[in-house]
């Protein structure tokens, strides 16, 4: 089992940078890949970017170069550094655990306006 607490969104102006915590639970967190989601109220939940348990990332291709994915195994934490950030990041944020099934937690909410 793995609980997953999210935090640190907000609300910014366009080329703001905010910083998302990930803080888990349970002692699968530091052998697995760690993802984050974001969601609109007017889309499918989108993959955001990974890390895997040996630090390699994944980023799609609207956030890359822009936000940064990190994990501290010690603190059984994950990051989200985002940078640079647009009207269109806006959404729920969520972090996921993938064992023999899904972990999610509530989410926090990243609102990019002027």
């Known amino acids: 089992q793995v609980q997953l607490v999210e935090s640190g969104g907000g609300l910014v102006q366009p080329g703001g940078s905010l910083r998302l915590s990930c803080a888990a639970s349970?002692?699968?967190?530091?052998?697995?890949?760690i993802r984050w989601y974001r969601q609109d109220p007017e889309k499918q939940r989108e993959l955001v970017a990974f890390?895997?348990?040996?630090?390699?990332?994944y980023y799609s291709d609207s956030v890359k170069g822009r936000f940064t994915i990190s994990r501290d195994n010690a603190k059984n934490a994950a990051y989200l550094q985002m940078n640079s950030l647009k009207p269109e990041d806006t959404g729920v944020y969520y972090c996921?655990?993938?064992?023999?099934?899904?972990?999610w937690g509530r989410g926090t909410q990243v609102t990019v306006s002027s």
């Open positions: 349970g002692s699968s967190f530091r052998i697995s890949t």
């Open positions: 890390i895997t348990a040996s630090d390699n990332t």
């Open positions: 996921n655990v993938r064992l023999s099934q899904d972990f």
